[in-house]
Nanobody, 125 residues
Framework: QVQLVESGGGLVQPGGSLRLACAASGFTLDYYGIAWFRQAPGKERERVLCINHSDETTYYLNSVKGRFTISRDNVKSTVYLQMNGLKPDDTAVYFC??????????????????WGQGTQVTVSS
């Protein structure tokens, strides 16, 4: 059974940093890309960035380029989201998701078939 569990969220001041983790189980992480999404109150879920099986990153949001980085540790079966220079607009529930197909990072939200429960990130002074 595919399972994704996020952790690492919390309250941070503007300009601060957080590292989120997405622990994967029930499948071989080596073969899959993993994406991070976020959803702010009253807004639709949006794609943030994705890492494919070859460690290539796709950024879906220009606003996080230069601030957010994604990495993976296949031995630990975990994907990380390092967030630096956090802004109040980054406040959201952050989800990791696995595509339905192997290897790549698809463009559409509907192409992701497995989701974690989310972790809250709040950026506020």
């Amino acid at each position: 059974q595919v399972q994704l569990v996020e952790s690492g969220g919390g309250l941070v001041q503007p300009g601060g940093s957080l590292r989120l983790a997405c622990a994967a189980s029930g499948f071989t992480l080596d073969y899959y890309g993993i994406a991070w999404f976020r959803q702010a109150p009253g807004k639709e879920r949006e794609r943030v960035l994705c890492i494919n099986h070859s460690d290539e990153t796709t950024y879906y949001l220009n606003s996080v380029k230069g601030r957010f980085t994604i990495s993976r540790d296949n031995v630990k079966s975990t994907v990380y989201l390092q967030m630096n220079g956090l802004k109040p607009d980054d406040t959201a529930v952050y989800f990791c998701a696995r595509p339905k197909i192997k290897y790549y990072c698809p463009a559409a939200l509907a192409d992701f078939g497995s989701w974690g429960q989310g972790t809250q990130v709040t950026v506020s002074s």
